[in-house]
């Protein structure tokens, strides 16, 4: 596909998006596997939320 | 309040319903985004004054509504705070800020790069993109304040007061091209009398538009779902320091 002139600007807006787009949504990915794994390692040491000491069966 | 709106913004409601939401999310943000892209590159034709430059516009201008839309979901959410004192509206403005930032810069980068071109210069210091950049600004300066306060319930009545006060902004720049004379061309879509594009460029644009709002909904329920988990890790680590003291 020709861009004409100016294909350096297109291709530079259409990269920056999806570098931009594409690190948010590995930074939230991340994110929530990195707090997933520390609300792990505290409920393996029995520190639970109250609500779900209650829904726990004796 | 509907009552069926507040048992589905109770957190663990939330975390459940969304968790289920998310993948049909995603999916329809793949599809969009790839019909989008398709009809920008390959069906869209060039403009007769811009040519393939107006290309640009396919990224620019969802980015900049995004941007808008985003600020103006966080100041509903502060109101959800400062009036309903709901722990979601919080979760959400919170969650929030750091995509619509994300959709600012992007705006203003890609406007910059549509503007060396088609304007010869990479910046003007007109109405538009100073109050696009106060924006940006805007973003950053909450998700410092957030950060910088440890209080939760603190942090988040002087957040939400601070976003009000910020979305004075958002008439501005929508206004800003009506009220001023700026470089920046007037509105073409979103205006009294319709759009003035050509059919073949708006439906693009709209279907980019659409995708890039199923990306930016799918990215903020995630991010929603991580600022409960904290949360509720920040609980666990109080519970934990009491029991050990």
Known sequence: MDFGDHGGFIIAAYVVS????????????????????????????????????????? | MPMAFIELANPSRFLDWSGRLLPFLWVAT????????????????????????????????????????GYALMASAALGTLVWRHPLADVAARSMAPIGAAFTFLALVTGSLWGKP??????????????VLVLFLMYLGLIALWRAVDDPGRAARLVAVLILVGAVNLP????????????????????????????????????????????????????????????????LQLTAAATAG
């Open chain 1, 18 to 58: 999806a570098i931009v787009l594409a690190g948010l949504t590995g930074w939230i990915v991340l994110d929530g596997r990195a707090l997933r794994r520390r609300l792990a390692e505290l409920e393996a040491r029995g520190i639970r939320r109250r609500s779900a000491k209650a829904e726990t069966p004796p």
């Open chain 2, 118 to 131: 088609m304007w010869g210069t990479y910046w003007v210091w007109d109405a538009r993109l100073t109050s």
């Open chain 2, 30 to 69: 793949g599809v969009a985004l790839g019909i989008g892209l398709y009809l920008s590159f390959f069906v869209a034709p060039p403009d007769y004054q811009q040519g393939e430059t107006v290309r640009i516009m396919y990224i620019h201008v969802p980015s900049a509504w995004l941007a808008m839309f």
């Open chain 2, 172 to 235: 501005i720049i929508k206004f800003s091209v009506d009220w001023w004379n700026t470089l920046h061309q007037p509105a073409s879509v979103l205006r009294i009398g319709g759009p003035t594009i050509d059919a073949s460029m708006l439906w693009p644009l709209l279907i980019m538009a659409v995708a890039m709002m199923l990306f930016f909904l799918a990215l903020t329920t995630m991010a929603m779902r991580n600022e409960i988990l904290r949360r509720r890790l920040r609980t």
